[in-house]
């Protein structure tokens, strides 16, 4: 069995390679290397709410299966990316409910959409770090780096909707937070 590397989200990277797909940045905790995963709209959009801090104006397939894992009783113990194989991430979500563990095949990006609002750890494999991963910074490997690194992965708001984008402004203004309301404020504009 492989060692697991435990990841963080970092952000979007938008060097698209595939229309209306977006690439999803996992940094490596105790080291420097990075994972690209590809992910739909829908899910970038549903994961970068949860980055964000932001409610969207009604659940989200993700809150949802958040919200049954709860009413249920059932905790998401972690979140594995197994496999790599031509060009998909394949990975398992964990589940524990009193005695019993429960392994379900997932989505990569369903997976860390509810890993991030359950706040699950997730883990890929050496060997997928080994063979997909990039050194994205060898200068700076401090415990502030990977924050800042953070916020170099911006969020797109052209994910989202002019009600998400309103609801997401409302948030900004409400936490004083004016340099990201102009922000949300010029993609509202775009749209209209």
Do not use: W
């Not at 952000?11 to 739909?40: C, D, H, I, K, W």
């Not at 609801?167 to 900004?172: I, K, P």
């Amino acid at each position: 069995m492989s060692k697991k590397v435990r990841l963080s989200v970092l952000g979007f990277s938008f060097n698209q390679t595939q229309s209306g797909a977006y690439g999803l940045v996992l940094a490596e905790e105790e080291g420097l290397r990075r994972l690209m995963v590809v992910v739909g709209a829908p899910e970038a959009q549903s994961i970068a709410f949860q980055l964000q801090g932001s409610v969207p104006p009604r659940p989200l397939t993700h809150d949802l299966f958040k919200t049954l894992l709860g009413e249920l009783n059932i905790r998401l113990s972690e979140v594995e990316i197994y496999k790599y194989d031509n060009g998909v991430f394949f990975s398992k979500i964990r589940l524990v409910q009193g005695e019993q563990h429960i392994e379900i095949e997932s989505r990569t990006s369903d997976a860390i959409a509810i890993a991030l609002r359950t706040k699950s750890p997730i883990y890929t494999t050496e060997l997928i770090m080994q063979m997909q991963g990039v050194i994205f910074d060898e200068g700076n490997n401090d415990d502030n780096s990977l924050e800042e690194e953070k916020s170099d992965f911006a969020l797109d708001y052209s994910l989202l909707d002019k009600n998400e984008l309103e609801s997401l402004l409302n948030d900004a203004v409400a936490g004083e937070d004016y340099e990201l309301a102009s922000l949300i404020r010029d993609e509202l504009r775009k749209k209209e």
